[in-house]
Nanobody, 115 residues
């Protein structure tokens, strides 16, 4: 079992920044692809940014150049720095750990971008 705990969401004005954090209950980066997903009201959950189990990164096109995913292996943690936020970024953001046979999700953290 893996527990994922997110933090760092909130309300921010357009153009602002937020940093999300996700702490895993154990070391998972070598086994799971760990990253960030989001789900806006009425929409499906989508990938935002992720590390593969090999350590490379992937971003959805809409956040490239604005969001940066990073991690701290010693803390079993992954982060998402979000800059130049737009109202379309409003969603519940989830930390996810995905393998071929299992997926774990955090409880989610709300990000609202509004003036």
């Amino acid at each position: 079992q893996v527990q994922l705990v997110e933090s760092g969401g909130g309300l921010v004005q357009p153009g602002g920044s937020l940093r999300l954090s996700c702490a895993a209950s154990r070391s998972i980066f070598s086994i799971y692809a760990v990253g960030w997903y989001r789900q806006a009201p009425g929409k499906q959950r989508e990938l935002v940014a992720t590390f593969t189990s090999g350590g490379s990164t992937n971003y959805t096109d809409s956040v490239k150049g604005r969001f940066t995913i990073s991690r701290d292996n010693a803390k079993n943690s992954v982060y998402l720095q979000m800059n130049s936020l737009k109202p379309d970024d409003t969603a519940v953001y989830y930390c996810g750990a995905v393998s071929a046979t299992r997926t774990y999700w955090g409880q989610g953290t709300q990000v609202t971008v509004s003036s």
